[in-house]
């Protein structure tokens, strides 16, 4: 088959509108095809449920990679808001009414986003929640050929104590089925959950933080280069995680006052923590040729950065402005996944990751070391210096101080190693 055959319309508008890059369009051309070919027969559906169903019959392929899913979706909406304008879309019917059975898997699905994003919950947790409650929909399908079974709290209770038995997830893992499936019950299915606490769930047993120490902080910055190492530097440096770190604007960097604003950090607090002096020229800098790529993306029609819906509505027009642009930007424009719109995201935890891993290697630190390990060792490294534990909770936003107190354990470790009994003995015999 000659994919550049398939919808030439809507390639070249891609192509024209520089929304895709040309390698790509004929793929994203043939997933708009499949879509229409599996949309015959249920026009009068709201597509976006259309759209769930077919995202859902990709996934349960067994030959269908989960990237192929991500680019399928884009092509949707590419084809559904730009190049049709809306034009397919349904107008939403009357109220969505709960129902309670595997069969409606797919309204649930949609209602479950819909709901989501009303409630302002970021993107990531968006993916994850649904994610959680396909996995409980297709546990359901193992247990019941009944398509009519009913979700029940029971059920719920069951999964979870399959997740901590049979397949022994970690209690982080466990905790975030645990939520998302609170809020497909309660807030989608409007159902009491009842008593759940015959639940078996798995324990989180207390480990201490992997740190690196000043020297291999060091060392580690010496393999990292350009926007890599700029962006390890304020990790370290200021104690960001990895997240506030990319989703950084302009306006949050205070360089005569020397401090960094982290909005709507976990728990979708605000704080302030530490610019680092040693890093302000090379940020500058970087700021700059951020800016002419911004300049580059206006002109070319584009420059508009994702903002919160209340201040999307507040400030009309502030997502184009300078201020609100992200420190790390993406190095090149995609699709929101929310809204379809053309954007310039802000840079991929996964590329920091990348980069973080391929520096620890060069560097051969043996550690169990992540890009969340420079944040714990800017917290240990303060203590040892001498400051409050009361200013660094502050620095790290942590609600309660017993959660900073696990740094001063590490820091005890480090400062106060007694000898041991065999440098005792061999000692004695020199």
Do not use: C
């Amino acid at each position: 088959m000659n994919f550049k055959e398939i919808l030439p319309e809507f390639q070249e508008f891609l192509v024209a509108r520089n929304l895709a890059q040309k390698k790509h369009v004929s793929f994203l051309a043939n997933w708009v095809s499949k879509f229409l070919v599996f949309r015959r027969g249920n026009e009068d559906e709201d597509i976006n449920v259309t759209v769930a169903r077919f995202l859902d019959m990709l996934r349960d392929k067994g030959d269908i990679e989960d990237w192929q899913v991500i680019q399928a979706d884009s092509a949707l909406r590419l084809y559904i808001h730009h190049f049709k304008g809306g034009d397919i879309m349904k107008v939403e019917g009357e109220a969505f009414t709960p129902k309670g059975s595997l069969a409606d898997k797919t309204e649930l699905l949609a209602e479950m986003r819909k709901l989501l994003r009303i409630k302002h919950y970021s993107y990531r947790t968006e993916v994850a929640y649904l994610d959680w409650a396909g996995r409980f929909f297709a546990y359901m399908r193992e247990i019941s050929s009944d398509s009519s079974a009913a979700l029940t709290s029971d059920v719920l209770r069951d999964y979870l104590s399959h997740l901590a038995v049979t397949r022994r997830v970690s209690a982080s893992t466990q905790n975030q089925a645990f939520n998302a499936l609170l809020f497909l019950f309660r807030d989608v299915l409007k159902q009491d959950m009842g008593d759940l606490s015959s639940t078996v769930r798995a324990k989180r047993g207390s480990k201490l933080p992997v740190v690196l120490s000043i020297e291999e902080v060091r060392t580690l910055l010496d393999h990292l280069t350009g926007t890599s190492l700029l962006i390890a530097r304020i990790l370290y440096g200021s104690g960001l995680r990895i997240m506030e770190a990319a989703r950084l604007r302009v306006l949050d960097v205070d360089f005569d006052g020397s401090l960094i604003v982290v909005r709507s950090g976990k728990g979708d607090k605000d704080r302030t923590t530490i610019l680092p002096e040693t890093i302000k020229d090379s940020l500058k800098s970087h700021l700059q040729e951020v800016k002419t790529l911004h300049e580059k993306d206006l002109s070319a029609g584009h420059g508009e950065v994702y903002l919160p819906d209340a201040l999307q509505r507040k400030y009309r027009n502030a997502a184009k402005e300078w201020k609100w642009q992200y420190v790390f930007p993406s190095a090149r424009l995609s699709v929101d996944p929310r809204s379809g719109k053309v954007r310039r995201h802000h840079v991929s935890d996964k590329a920091i990751q990348t980069a973080f891993g391929n520096a620890l290697r060069k560097a051969g630190i043996a550690k169990h070391a992540t890009v969340h390990t420079l944040r714990h060792s800017f917290a240990t490294h303060l203590l040892m210096s001498g400051v409050n534990i009361r200013e660094v909770q502050s620095l790290l936003g942590h609600k309660s101080v017993e959660t900073t107190m696990i740094y001063t354990h590490v820091v005890r470790d480090m400062q106060n190693v007694p000898m041991s009994p065999l440098d005792s003995l061999l000692r004695e015999n020199e």
